[in-house]
């Protein structure tokens, strides 16, 4: 193949991996969008305004992050001093895109291409093609691990300010690489590190109580709040964990209830 | 003489102490060694305990914020237990590390089949951009280790017990590209060309001692250096290349036929043999075992009765029973008629 498809596509992205990423401003719609937007923005991606919970299981928790607690936008998008924020759990990632575009960090015009071949929004994001994304998922259980990772480095390079948050699945813990991480985190008081878990109750095989015990078990500080209630959401995120990383559990209603 | 795998502990450490985006991450392994520069820098030498997905999870992450991670354990469990994580947290990311491994083969033979990784290379092979340094001397592996660690890319460095008596000038030419082979010895036309790749090159060329044969040098096989390949067998109407690699039998086989996309050739593989010996014992025993040893070395003497060579026989290689010699030479003598199981002939 001599070209790539992408780049023949008329008004599509760029696509090399930090083209668009801003350095450059990247003002792509006139009046800010709110969370009331994200319906109509997903729908762009599924034809359908009405989704199922598990497609916004989510979208509480992703939007509240990026409009009240991460230092990130898409003017710092690369800025060493930002907020990371890994969404491991890439299945899925409709709110996630479209809380992306609401915030600027790509048009809201490629919304409409999702899944499709010339578009970069794929059903797992590829960090290398969308701007603000911080690492490609998919497979589960690598989020937590990189995060880990992400933080230790930016400590070793004397950056102290960023905080780290990666989002998994109640089911994605089941993963065994995650308890890698988990261990090694809150035996080492990582406390640049947050944890979210979206509970919608998904995993095949968990005591009702498993995720909160599991993460303090590793002397995380834990915090359990409803995944719908934007508040209570923003004070779990925000609350004090001195010298441990931080898990919010966020439960939603059942993937299957 | 240090180890190759104790000259990347003293040099590792050195090159911590001036270069702050250097990061050491192990899983307990080899962690003893780092102990005085964890010390000096206990932010950037990170023990994960005995948690490989970690391991390599860790150093996409340190790379992903901007570091240059070196990640170092025995190959089984660098490459293979943890071999999605190099997929994804590495090549997926677009992140970029240097992994430096020990035991690769058969280093230990003592502790069995788990700690034995021949496949290593074959492995990296299915994925996209890294280069594979295989060094055969502790001086190769210092300069080669130097220039990963102060360099960039995703870098697999395959340390050994094995070694050459003498170094080789490996590395990056002046311009900057990948180390390319060394042409050591030039053989008459018609000659076989025997790719000798890191810790196999004394053995190779004892075998050849008598032979008339190019030889040239690989302490780096990714990317395999197509042009050296094609230049020694230049002007030829038919080539016979024998390749002789300390991992699997037949990992560079494929890289071979690229190279040799347009010359008729025929190729002999020789490495490890993948059944498994089920022997424990010493390295020098497995050499002999997968038959990668020249005739006139002494690693033949030893296991020279048949009682003692048993473990011989139970791999089904030919060449084990030819030695490298005679295969150098079937290279050059089989005709097209003759039968020779190891030899790919191309039309």
């Known amino acids: 193949m001599t070209t790539t498809p992408r780049t023949r596509a008329s008004g599509h992205p760029p696509t090399t991996a930090h083209a668009g990423r801003p350095n450059s401003p990247a003002p792509h719609q006139d009046a800010p969008l709110g969370f009331q937007d994200l319906p109509r923005l997903m729908s762009l991606m599924t034809g359908a305004e009405k989704h199922s919970p598990a497609a916004t299981s989510t979208a509480d928790a992703v939007w509240v992050l990026h409009d009240r607690v991460l230092r990130l936008s898409p003017d710092t998008a690369n800025h060493p001093e930002r907020d990371r924020f890994l969404l491991s759990k890439g299945h899925g990632p409709m709110a996630y895109y479209a809380t992306l575009a609401a915030k600027g960090f790509f048009p809201v015009e490629w919304l409409a291409g999702f899944g499709g071949y010339d578009s970069p929004l794929g059903h797992h994001p590829d960090r290398t093609l969308v701007p603000g994304v911080e690492i490609s998922s998919g497979s589960l259980g690598h989020g937590l691990p990189l995060a880990v990772g992400t933080a230790l480095g930016l400590r070793a390079q004397r950056l102290t300010d960023p905080a780290v948050w990666v989002l998994v699945g109640d089911a994605e813990l089941d993963e065994g690489s995650n308890h890698e991480a988990i261990d090694f985190a809150g035996a080492t008081g990582l406390g640049s590190l947050h944890t979210v878990v979206i509970d919608n109750s998904s995993a095949t095989h968990r005591s009702s109580n498993g995720i909160p015990e599991r993460f303090r078990a590793a002397d995380w500080a834990v915090r359990t709040v409803d995944g719908r209630d934007h508040d209570a959401l923003c004070e779990a995120f925000t609350a004090p964990h001195p010298g441990r990383p931080l898990a919010v559990v966020a439960r939603v209603e059942p993937k299957n209830g | 003489m240090d180890t190759m795998r104790e000259r990347f502990t003293t040099i590792t450490s050195q090159l911590l102490d001036g270069q702050t985006r250097l990061a050491v991450v192990l899983a307990e392994i080899g962690a003893d060694g780092f102990t005085e520069a964890a010390r000096r820098h206990p932010e950037r030498v990170v023990n994960v305990g005995i948690r490989e997905q970690l391991l390599v999870g860790v150093g996409g992450g340190l790379a992903l914020s901007g570091m240059r991670p070196i990640l170092h354990t025995f190959a089984s469990f660098l490459v293979e237990r943890p071999f999605e994580q190099l997929k994804l947290d590495?090549?997926?990311?677009?992140?970029?590390?240097?992994?430096?491994?020990?035991?690769?083969?058969?280093?230990?033979?003592?502790?069995?089949?788990?700690?034995?990784?021949?496949?290593?290379?074959?492995?990296?092979?299915?994925?996209?951009?890294?280069?594979?340094?295989?060094?055969?001397?502790?001086?190769?592996?210092?300069?080669?280790?130097?220039?990963?660690?102060?360099?960039?890319?995703?870098?697999?460095?395959?340390?050994?017990?094995?070694?050459?008596?003498?170094?080789?000038?490996?590395?990056?030419?002046?311009?900057?590209?990948?180390?390319?082979?060394?042409?050591?010895?030039?053989?008459?036309?018609?000659?076989?060309?025997?790719?000798?790749?890191?810790?196999?090159?004394?053995?190779?060329?004892?075998?050849?001692?008598?032979?008339?044969?190019?030889?040239?040098?690989?302490?780096?096989?990714?990317?395999?250096?197509?042009?050296?390949?094609?230049?020694?067998?230049?002007?030829?109407?038919?080539?016979?290349?024998v390749l002789v690699e300390p991992y699997l039998r037949g990992t560079s086989a494929a890289r071979v036929a690229e190279a040799l996309e347009t010359v008729p050739h025929r190729l002999l593989a020789l490495g490890t043999a993948p059944e498994e010996l089920r022997r424990y014992g010493e390295w020098e025993e497995h050499v002999a075992a997968h038959g990668l040893f020249g005739p006139r070395t002494t690693l033949r003497a030893p296991l020279g009765t048949r009682r003692q060579a048993r473990g011989v026989h139970r791999c089904r290689s030919t060449t084990v029973r030819r030695g490298l010699i005679d295969a150098a030479c079937s290279a050059r003598t089989a005709g097209p008629t003759r039968r020779v199981p190891d030899l790919v002939t191309v039309p």
């Open chain 2, 90 to 241: 590495l090549g997926h990311q677009g992140a970029e590390a240097v992994l430096v491994s020990a035991n690769g083969s058969y280093d230990w033979p003592a502790g069995g089949y788990t700690h034995m990784a021949p496949g290593d290379v074959a492995l990296l092979d299915t994925l996209e951009g890294w280069t594979v340094h295989v060094p055969g001397h502790p001086d190769e592996a210092e300069v080669l280790l130097r220039e990963a660690a102060l360099g960039g890319g995703r870098v697999y460095l395959r340390l050994s017990n094995q070694t050459n008596s003498v170094p080789q000038k490996v590395g990056s030419s002046r311009d900057g590209t990948p180390g390319g082979f060394l042409t050591l010895r030039t053989g008459s036309a018609g000659a076989p060309v025997v790719v000798a790749v890191g810790p196999m090159l004394d053995a190779t060329l004892a075998a050849l001692e008598d032979t008339d044969a190019t030889v040239l040098y690989a302490a780096t096989v990714r990317p395999f250096d197509h042009r050296a390949l094609r230049r020694a067998v230049e002007g030829r109407a038919s080539a016979d290349v």
